[in-house]
């Protein structure tokens, strides 16, 4: 009976309780719907605004950090394929910078060969792997020089009668009328081309030590001439440049550049000076270093360029003789080497010999047989007069 009641009372309460509030419970529902409906909307809302800033975000990012530098430095000339690969700090070209950018960089070319204003500095300003790619193409030996031959090359001037490499023995050499004046350039330690034969200045001047360890000051106040003769006392070292201006146009120049690797001092003195091309100034480079010589042909490609060979005692081979007319215009030989043979192996290659060194009468009639282009010599005066017409007299 007692659990009858509680089943029936607990029945009843339950139907009047759903009958009393089945208004507010459909309202409650209602507003619940309402509610989860506006939370959802803001939700979807929130979330695509987020993605929107994200990709916003993102976009800025990249614009700001990686493809503004991009544009900034490819409008700068710096390779963007670099910028891109992140090589941020090393350039893609550093290692492709041209002879030129080299010269210019470290001050020989002046500005008006930087800005490209002649034929010379046009093809100086040719980037470093065109000029690889194929040397320029050189007129024959006949063209290059029409001037009789074999010359008289003065070597070190006159130095038979005069201290070797000083202006006294370049000034013999033209009264004598040598064809051309050879002369030695070293550097000193403050980079200045300086006329002196040996790597120490100890045997011609009055001063000690090797010439690279010097600086032109010091240099500059020796003696080049005592040891010679007290007649040529204060003979001063000529700096390269000082002959330059005071030997062209009056005299061939034979340049013998004794460093392995000044030819970038050499090309940009020639350049300051207008003096790029070797015909018209009569003008030679030569040196036992084929490298640097070749190096210097593709920097002034009118220059006239020698290479020395025949140091060591032998012939150069016919694979030497290959590669060095390749690039230059001269293949100068040691007398003791030189003979009829050698000769016509260079002229076949369309290269010129010149073939030193000659110290006696004795030597020149097997030069001469032998059909060399040029007789270096201490003492103008061996080679007979009646053989040519002087180079310095065709050029006044
Ligand atoms: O002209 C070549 C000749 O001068 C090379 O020998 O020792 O006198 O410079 P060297
Ligand atoms: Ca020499």
New binding site residues.
Partial sequence: MYVMMRKTSSTTAKSGEATVNTPFRKALMSLTVVVLTVIATITAVRQTAARSLTAWSAAWTASTMYLLPSVLLSASGFPASATLSGRIGLPAAADAVSPQQRLSSIGYLPSAVITGKSRQAAAALAPAGAAESAEPARPGPADRWPFERPWI?A??GVSMHAPENTFAAFDLALREGADFI?L?VRRSRDGRLVVI?DATVDRTTNGRGRVADLPWEELNRLDAGSWFSPAFSGQPLPLLEEVLDRYTGKIGL?V?LKEPDAEGELAGLLIRRGLQNGLENRLIV?SFHADSMHRLRKLLPELQIGV?TGQTGKKPTEKDLDRFAAFADFI?VRLDLADAGLVRRIHERGALT?V??VRHAVEVGRLLQAGVDGI?TDDPALVPRERGQGGSREMS
Avoid: A, C, S
Wanted: net charge negative; proline share 0%.
């Fill in positions: 090359v070597h070190r050879e030695d034969h034979l013998e030569q020395l100068n010149l030193w060194t270096v």
